[in-house]
């Protein structure tokens, strides 16, 4: 099968080859990409957990609001089986991976999924169950899962051959945790639950991944949410609880107040005009948990849709804290 897969592979590289022989383009044509460009050049894109629609979607907020991407688990292109579907219910976080190529997202239904942007199949998927509220790729290609019932972390061994029956770790015991966040330069993970966020270690094996407790900080305050890196900062990480957002420092272990508000569910920032946004619960958009729109730090609207039901928010950004410049997708089984 795998043969017949290499050398449907190759034919169509081929067929590439013959399909992309210059030709000149007319004025027309020429101003018709000028146009398209500019808009490519301006994009500002958001990355939604719509779970009132039972979707991901990506919002271009610099072009009248487009929805630019959509998808959804039990669309065919997904090529998620119809059992599984289910697990997708909920979707807590859309994740951007591999060069923002593809999407590593999880569902409070139990389900986490590495998604090929461009062609929308979720190339592995697999079931971590208790409410899967975050999830995180290990340098190998393996994936990390956080889930806030029952409160544990779980490793699976990531093989794009095998969807649902995935090897994976037994539970990794951490009450109410809430989220993951690998670090590249200093190669450990960060996970936060309750009051506490813990550091480990990862021994970066394909068949045998495990994880050590390095250390342990305690935080100002309980009920730790997001954990999310601080764009462009190689040290600081975001941190929300039930009524503050945070600048956590992971060397010295310092928590900087950045504002007061209760039920963030999602906050990330990014360069020089983008404003940092926040996923806030408003109770609006089906669920106490949801909300319809996606507001700046200081409290201004930057997107509202009353036909959503969003629970996280990101920017579509490179995220060079947690993965290696052009990284491209691999996994250790192969």
């Known amino acids: 099968m795998r043969s017949l897969f290499v050398v449907t592979a190759l034919l169509m590289a081929l067929s590439c080859k013959r399909d992309s022989q210059p030709v000149s383009p007319s004025p027309g044509e020429l101003n018709t990409r000028s146009v398209v460009d500019a808009a490519e050049a301006t994009k500002k894109e958001i990355i939604i957990c719509d779970q009132k629609n039972a979707r991901i979607i990506m919002v271009d907020v610099a072009n009248g609001n487009a929805i630019t991407w959509e998808w959804k688990a039990n669309a065919s292109y997904a090529m998620i089986r119809s059992g599984a579907q289910g697990w997708f219910s909920n979707l807590s976080e859309a994740k951007l991976v591999y ?56 490793i699976f061994v990531t093989d794009s051959y095998i969807n649902d029956e995935s090897a994976q770790t037994g539970p990794i015991a951490f009450p109410d945790v809430h989220n993951v966040v690998w670090d590249h330069a200093r190669q450990q993970l960060y996970a936060a639950g309750k009051n506490i966020i813990r550091v480990y270690s990862y021994n970066n094996s394909c068949y045998s991944p495990a994880l050590t407790l390095k250390k342990t900080w305690t935080m100002p ?9 601080v764009h462009g900062s190689t040290t600081d990480l975001w941190l929300t609880n039930s009524g503050h957002i945070y600048k956590f420092n992971v060397v010295t272990g310092a928590f900087t107040l950045q504002k007061t508000q209760s039920a963030v569910k999602a906050v990330t ?43 996280k928010a990101r920017w579509r950004l490179i995220n060079l804290f947690s993965y290696p410049a052009n990284d491209g997708f691999h996994e250790c089984t192969h």
């Open 221 to 229: 305050e309980g009920n730790a949410h997001d954990l999310f890196p």
């Open 99 to 154: 060069n923002n190529n593809y999407i590593l997202a999880t569902a409070s239904g139990g389900g986490v999924a590495l998604i090929n942007i461009s062609s929308k199949k979720a190339i592995w998927y697999d079931y971590a169950g208790g409410n899967t509220h975050s999830a995180e790729l290990l340098p190998n290609g393996n994936i990390v899962t956080a889930s806030s019932t029952g409160g544990y972390l779980k």
């Open 269 to 311: 920032s990014g360069p020089s005009g983008y404003a940092t946004i926040l996923a806030r619960a408003t109770g609006v958009g089906g669920e106490t948990w949801r909300t319809d729109q996606i507001i700046d730090i200081a409290g201004a609207v930057v997107y509202k849709n009353t036909s959503l039901g969003l629970y």
